[in-house]
């Protein structure tokens, strides 16, 4: 189906629709967790404007962000369930795999570095919003758990790829500094 118009009002009175059709408040947590994917998609998206087109790293961002847009439409149609849990041991082989390619850490990291990597901070803590809103809901509705896990494991991989940014392009890792 293409969206060919973008304006159709049906929201002015503070509803909104799930994909099945079904209408809710725009402040049903819901569409809080919808949100959140959309930001954090976004996030990533910025992200991705700035990494060069052969970067190592750009690949997985791309299927990530598809990732991402198949777990808002199994939000958005109740009773769907989708590859979430695939997609999860997906991201768990990436952790291992860039994981094992970075010094042990020895102290807390702070978010940032370079714009790749302090970018990828940035969607790790709007992923971990997500996560938080998304777990509420499942107390609330019937979702598939595996989709809580799958940001879980994102949040793990984004900390994973910020620190992977710094690594590759030789940049210091910014230290927390006891006080």
């Given amino acids: 189906m293409r969206i060919t118009n973008v304006t159709s009002r049906t929201g002015d009175q503070g ?20 949100g959140g994917l959309d930001e954090l998609n976004s996030h990533l998206g910025l992200l991705l404007s700035r990494v060069e087109t052969e970067h190592e790293l750009r690949p997985h961002l791309v ?22 849990s695939q997609n999860s041991l997906t991201l768990e082989a ?17 978010p940032g570095g370079n714009h790749a990597a302090a970018t990828t901070h940035l969607a790790r803590a709007v992923c971990r919003r997500a996560e938080r809103h998304l777990w509420q809901l499942l107390e609330e509705q019937d979702y598939p758990k595996s989709t809580a896990i799958y ?17 590759l392009s030789n940049t210091p890792e910014p230290f927390w500094q006891r006080e």
């Fill in 15 to 34: 509803s909104s629709s799930l994909a099945d059709g079904s209408r809710l408040p725009k402040g049903h947590l819901i569409f809080e967790v919808l």
């Fill in 63 to 84: 299927q990530i962000q598809n990732h991402l847009f198949d777990l808002g439409g199994i939000l958005a149609l109740p009773g769907q369930t989708g590859n979430v």
């Fill in 94 to 110: 990436w952790i291992e795999e860039y994981n094992t390619k970075l010094p042990p850490l020895k102290e807390f990291i702070l």
């Fill in 151 to 167: 940001l879980n494991r994102l949040s793990d991989l984004l900390f994973i790829f910020a620190r992977t940014f710094n690594r």
